[in-house]
């Protein structure tokens, strides 16, 4: 997936009727489409979400209710939505209990998804729940000083806790690279504001940064 497809919305949907045995299919979907989308590090989570939210409509409408599962992408966020016909049972959370498929209530769903709720729509409701990747930072690259006062400027534009792992990932780097243009094209927009001349500005943080790397490069 090309950059600029990771910072628009792509989204599939499927309905479906709440049964038990639809439950293993819509996670092979679910699993499916991530992957093709290249965005592996959300699959385990974003499986058991579906599960959990599927079970509650299951467990709280009834089995054979139909329903609308949607999976949608934007930015490092990841959301997940399961619609049904009924707007009056909402989910609450419930005491985790031992289930190969789901069962756990609401309380999975909690400590796995960043944040979770509920939209009523008059003769529907949907549950939702969003999962968020952390900005990667590549090992051997923290830039230093420098580079720690941006992963922590990185990390408060996700909405995340600042990030710690070094682990290289296709999603991390891609996120990273995503938050940091919306920094830079936010500065830009204050600086013009402010009466500034955003390309001049442009220019002489380039200058900066090639000074710093022949300088990095002149003590190795």
């Given at each position: ?146 580079g720690a006062r941006a992963a922590k400027v990185l990390s408060f534009y996700g909405e995340s806790e600042p990030c710690t792992t070094s682990r290289r990932s296709r999603l991390g780097s891609m996120a990273a690279e995503a938050t940091a243009i ?39």
């Open positions: 997936m090309e950059h600029v497809a990771y910072k628009s919305l792509t989204s599939w949907g499927l309905p479906f009727l709440a049964e038990p045995e639809e439950v293993s299919a819509l996670r092979s979907l679910v699993r499916t489409h991530l992957e093709a989308w290249g965005f592996q590090e959300f699959i385990d989570s974003a499986q058991l979400c579906v599960s959990e939210l599927v079970a509650n409509v299951i467990t709280h409408i009834g089995r054979g209710t139909p329903a609308h599962l949607a999976v949608l992408l934007n930015g490092t966020r990841l959301r997940i939505e399961v619609r049904d016909p009924d707007a009056r049972a909402l989910p609450t959370l419930l005491e985790s209990r031992d289930d190969a498929e789901g069962g756990r209530g609401m309380a999975l769903v909690d400590a796995l998804a960043d944040r979770w709720g509920v939209e009523l729509h008059g003769d529907c409701k949907v549950t939702w729940c969003e999962l968020v990747a952390v900005p990667a930072v590549p090992e051997g690259h923290t830039g230093g000083a420098r919306d920094v830079i094209a936010d500065l830009l927009h204050w600086l013009q504001a402010h009466g500034h001349d955003a390309d001049d500005i442009l220019d002489r943080a380039q200058t900066r940064f090639e000074a710093g790397l022949d300088a990095a490069r002149a003590l190795r």
